[in-house]
């Protein structure tokens, strides 16, 4: 049966698009396929599978989506830095990984290799014995490690009482978890994933805890190296906030795009839960001509 096209504007109407979502294949709890099948039967139309400097999950994703019925957008999370503040760029890929990105994820994993060990290293410092350890316990793979691995190893020690506390205190932003020094610079992301034809889409910019100045000198920054997009809702936040950020886009001439950043069942954000957007002028990414083919199929 013929799903609903994705819309052509914000209306201010619910959504049936995910399009920043996790797996095993990265630091979440579900293996992509299953992801998949999570956000068929949550009702979304249109997914995009962006784990954390990988793409090694998209072929089982793609798979599963064929056999869904839904419309997958090739993915991935790149880490980089931004005047020493750990900054995400999605990328979304319909041509998949090839050009300067190839070498860019192989980078991306040797970084990450890196800076577990230097985590390790300072949690250890903090009481955490045999950080390296546990974190790959708590990862239960052999996949580069994140911060949430360490976040969840601190809670499994006994040393915070919830992932939120092992971040505010131990691996946010300036703690002693925060490493970046190996991540590249936001420029260099943007690049890769405009070599490879996909759309570069700034992530969760209302997290970081900036000014409104501070966040227009990052999106005219991401704007000015050839980033196309932003989250201009990521998961629950409020509708005056997303007003302003959707002027701040219009602005520098970007669109919009929306994503619950899911990682795990359980959570408060599932796939596809996220605040409504409020009518707005700023395009959504979906309509950029790199995408709309996919967006356009997933209506088929």
């Known amino acids: 049966m013929p799903m609903t096209a994705?819309?052509?504007r914000f209306e201010g109407e619910p959504l049936t698009i995910d399009l920043h979502m996790h797996s095993t294949a990265s630091d979440g709890a579900l293996p992509p396929a299953e992801v998949v099948s999570l956000c068929r039967a949550r009702g979304l139309t249109l997914m995009a599978l962006t784990d954390h400097d990988t793409m090694v999950g998209i072929d089982e994703a793609q798979a599963a989506a064929r056999q869904e019925g839904i419309g997958l957008i090739p993915g991935?999370?790149?880490?980089?830095?931004?005047?020493?503040?750990?900054?995400?760029?999605?990328g979304l890929?319909?041509?998949?990984?090839?050009?300067?990105?190839?070498?860019?994820?192989a980078a991306q994993a040797e970084a990450r290799e890196q800076r577990s060990w230097r985590i390790a290293e300072r949690l250890e410092k903090i009481g955490l014995r045999d950080a390296l350890a546990r974190a790959r316990e708590q990862?239960?793979?052999d996949r580069p490690l994140?911060?949430?691995?360490?976040?969840?190893?601190?809670?499994?020690?006994?040393?915070?009482p919830d992932i939120g506390s092992a971040f505010k205190k131990h691996l946010g932003n300036g703690k002693a978890g925060d490493i970046k020094a190996h991540w590249p610079f936001l420029a260099t992301a943007v690049a890769w994933i405009l070599d490879a034809g996909g759309v570069a889409v700034l992530a969760h910019p209302l997290?970081?805890?900036?000014?409104r100045r501070k966040r227009g000198l990052l999106l005219d920054d991401f704007a000015a190296a050839g980033g196309q997009a932003a989250e201009l809702v990521s998961g629950f936040q409020n509708a005056d906030v997303t007003r302003d950020l959707a002027r701040q886009l219009q602005e520098r001439e970007l669109y919009g795009s929306v994503g619950s950043d899911f990682h795990f069942?359980?959570?408060?954000l599932s796939p596809g839960s996220m605040s409504p957007v409020p009518r707005t002028a700023t395009p959504p990414v979906w309509t950029h001509p790199r995408l709309a083919g996919i967006a356009a199929s997933a209506a088929a």
């Open 265 to 268: 069942p359980g959570g408060h």
């Open 76 to 90: 991935t999370e790149l880490s980089t830095q931004w005047r020493g503040i750990n900054i995400h760029v999605v």
């Open 139 to 141: 990862a239960g793979s």
């Open 146 to 160: 994140g911060r949430p691995d360490f976040a969840r190893a601190l809670v499994a020690a006994g040393l915070v």
């Open 93 to 105: 890929l319909p041509e998949g990984p090839r050009g300067d990105l190839v070498e860019g994820l």
């Open 6 to 8: 994705p819309p052509a």
């Open 207 to 211: 997290r970081h805890g900036l000014t």
